[in-house]
């Protein structure tokens, strides 16, 4: 089964329920199952539970059926995001445009200027969808 995963902040922001909405389509569209991630930093002391994340989202979109809601622990964003995509096994990951300028100034301090979305198609071994 295709599996699509979509990194989110929580509390949802505006650009959240946006990028949510993109990988709801492209669930159905491919009738996939849905990993929604939201990643707790260390440093910013909150404490996420999965239970949290699943009453935000389905507050704004209803009950989903085939999501898997998980929340991640770790010092930096992108990395952990990475982590889970691999674990996962993804095949579809939608990412932001609010996030898509954090991957770009992330990787642009390691490799210079990239073209990130073949970066990301690279390092993930998937197709990466941008929610506007």
């Given at each position: 089964m295709?599996?699509?995963?979509?990194?989110?902040?929580?509390?949802?922001?505006?650009h959240s329920r946006h990028t949510l909405e993109r990988a709801i389509e492209v669930m159905r569209e491919r009738e996939a199952?849905?990993?929604?991630?939201?990643?707790?930093?260390?440093?910013?002391?909150?404490?996420?539970?999965?239970?949290?994340?699943?009453?935000?989202?389905?507050?704004?979109?209803?009950?989903?059926?085939?999501?898997?809601?998980?929340?991640?622990?770790?010092?930096?964003?992108?990395?952990?995001?990475?982590?889970?995509?691999a674990a996962e096994g993804a095949d579809v990951v939608v990412i932001g445009a609010k996030q898509m300028g954090r991957w770009r100034t992330m990787v642009r301090r390691l490799v210079g200027d990239p073209d990130i979305e073949s970066f990301l198609r690279d390092e993930l071994d998937a197709q990466i969808v941008k929610a506007t």
């Open positions: 295709t599996r699509v995963v979509v990194p989110v902040r929580y509390p949802l922001t505006t199952a849905l990993t929604v991630l939201h990643v707790d930093l260390y440093q910013a002391g909150n404490h996420v539970t999965r239970s949290d994340l699943k009453r935000a989202v389905e507050a704004s979109f209803g009950p989903l059926s085939n999501v898997r809601y998980v929340v991640r622990t770790g010092f930096l964003v992108e990395e952990t995001i990475l982590e889970e995509v």
